[in-house]
């Protein structure tokens, strides 16, 4: 997969979920959407459409990942909240 451009230093580390924004732990949630975002800009910087495609197919992934992470938390809160009645 060659890139057209070189990304900028950094483009492709993503933060640790440990990392704080705030001082509050970012979410998987959160983490993933912030992956998509990078796919999808990053797909922006190849030349050869079929990878730009499969760029933006990963992003759409890491979106759904991050609609699971959500759904999974509020199960967890729910069953938490019954729990405790």
């Known amino acids: 997969m ?3 451009n070189n ?3 950094g483009a492709l580390s993503f933060p640790r979920e440990s990392e704080t924004t705030a001082d509050q732990p970012m979410s998987s949630a959160d983490l993933y959407q912030q992956r998509a975002v990078e796919c ?3 797909a922006e910087d190849f030349s ?5 495609e ?6 759409l992934l890491w979106l759904h990942l991050s ?6 938390r509020e ?5 938490q909240g019954r729990s405790a009645v």
């Open 48 to 52: 050869d459409p079929q990878q730009r």
């Open 67 to 72: 609609d699971q992470a959500n759904e999974n």
């Open 54 to 59: 499969a760029m933006r197919r990963l992003a």
């Open 40 to 42: 999808y800009s990053l």
């Open 2 to 4: 060659a890139l057209r």
């Open 75 to 79: 199960q967890e809160a729910a069953a």
């Open 7 to 9: 990304p900028p230093a």
